[in-house]
């Protein structure tokens, strides 16, 4: 890849969760999410709530990564032995040595476990100390409030909001909270407080 800092493939991994990268064939393992819970998408930018929006979603992805705008991981719970969702880097920004953090869900049986604090808590450690990235930023509608009660669980800081800075799916605009984190602060003290919690 020419943009993106990723050579080969990437696979993360603790005794709890692994991460590994999308393809193609994982439609089979995300698509019982699409069809049975189709609320996951409510705030998302892309609803993958049907087969063909998930079809989509993946295509997209994919598309990205070839394109060095992203890495898309999927991601699974070795403790239930379940795929629970995915997750990506993107927006990777070369000069200013900054990487976006998103497009992260998980089904509902997932949600509120040891799985999105461990996933984090790899791909943070990877961005700031394989990568050696100075920023990871993260994003969220304004209205989202799980997920921004998860960016702030692991260690994220409140920036701002955009104000009717995208499109959403619904064909209306959304707000967008921004918060990060900083290499700094990952190795002064965010990285314990985030183990601290696995």
């Known amino acids: 890849m020419n943009l993106l800092p990723f050579e080969e493939d990437i696979i993360l991994e603790n005794d709890l969760v692994k991460?590994?990268?999308l393809t193609a064939e994982d439609i089979q393992y995300l698509l019982p999410f699409a069809i049975n819970e189709p609320t996951l998408w409510q705030f998302s930018l892309l609803d993958a709530g049907s087969k063909k929006n998930m079809q989509h979603y993946l295509a997209n992805a994919l598309a990205k990564r070839l394109a060095d705008d992203s890495y898309p991981f999927i991601v699974y719970d070795k403790v239930k032995?379940?795929?629970a969702g995915s997750t990506r880097f993107y927006d990777y920004q070369k000069t200013h040595n900054t990487v976006l953090l998103g497009y992260t869900w998980y089904g509902?049986?997932?949600?509120?476990t040891h799985?999105?604090?461990n996933c984090k808590f790899l791909l943070l450690q990877y961005a700031f100390e394989t990568l050696g990235i100075e920023r990871v930023e993260f994003r969220s509608d304004y209205k989202n409030e799980r997920s921004i009660v998860a960016m702030k669980s692991i260690g994220c800081t409140v920036e701002g909001v955009l104000r009717s800075n995208c499109a959403a799916h619904d064909d209306g605009r959304r707000d967008s909270i921004i918060l990060s984190i900083l290499k700094d602060e990952w190795v002064s003290e965010?990285?314990?407080l985030l183990y601290s919690k696995l």
């Open 81 to 83: 032995g379940k795929y």
């Open 108 to 112: 509902k049986e997932f949600q509120g």
């Open 19 to 21: 991460l590994r990268p």
């Open 115 to 117: 799985v999105n604090k």
């Open 190 to 192: 965010k990285k314990a």
